[in-house]
């Protein structure tokens, strides 16, 4: 990839927003390869490749993908995450797991050895970031944001590019 392209990867637990966040900043094509749900009453949809959209922010152009976020299409996470500079971890207030199962998902990523931005999509549990810092994140930044608004969006991403920016300047 050139110097001002950013490849980022948007993962999660089931449906926490990943396909809402990357739809939200698209600026024109926006990729998906949602399905039909049949199994749940929370949403219709659900992700079982990627979800893709391209976006500039800081004179950078950002290659955003979303993972599925079903554990049986986990597989996906070590084909999309080839050339990614940072990962999104999306943690919903509405559909918040177990605490430890989080911290297993967030230990599986830092394998890859990329910087990880926690982003709390906020639905209205406004405890939720105290709660979830002080419980089990203790090395990764949390924003808070929501996935249907562009702005925040963008400033979750924006947070992270800064990040991939410290990241390189200590190597």
Do not use: C, H, W
């Not at 949809?45 to 976020?69: H, M, N, Q």
């Not at 554990?71 to 943690?91: C, E, H, T, Y």
């Amino acid at each position: 990839m050139r110097d001002n392209t950013v490849k980022i990867l948007v993962t999660g637990p089931f449906n926490t927003g990943k396909t809402t966040l990357v739809r939200t900043v698209s600026e024109g094509k926006f990729l998906s390869t949602e399905v039909p749900l049949t199994l749940s009453k929370e949403k219709n949809t659900t992700t079982v490749a990627f979800d893709f959209t391209k976006v500039r922010i800081k004179g950078k152009e950002i290659f955003l993908l979303g993972s599925p976020g079903q554990s049986r299409f986990s597989f996906m996470l070590d084909v999309l995450s080839q050339g990614v500079k940072a990962f999104i971890f999306l943690i919903d207030d509405k559909y918040i797991e177990d605490p430890q199962k989080i911290r297993e998902k967030l230990d599986e990523l830092k394998r890859y050895g990329k910087p990880i931005v926690i982003g709390i999509n906020m639905r209205g549990n406004k405890g939720l970031k105290k709660e979830i810092s002080s419980d089990f994140i203790k090395d990764s930044p949390v924003v808070i944001f929501s996935a249907k608004d562009r702005f925040s969006s963008l400033k979750l991403i924006s947070y992270t590019i800064d990040l991939i920016e410290k990241t390189k300047e200590k190597n």
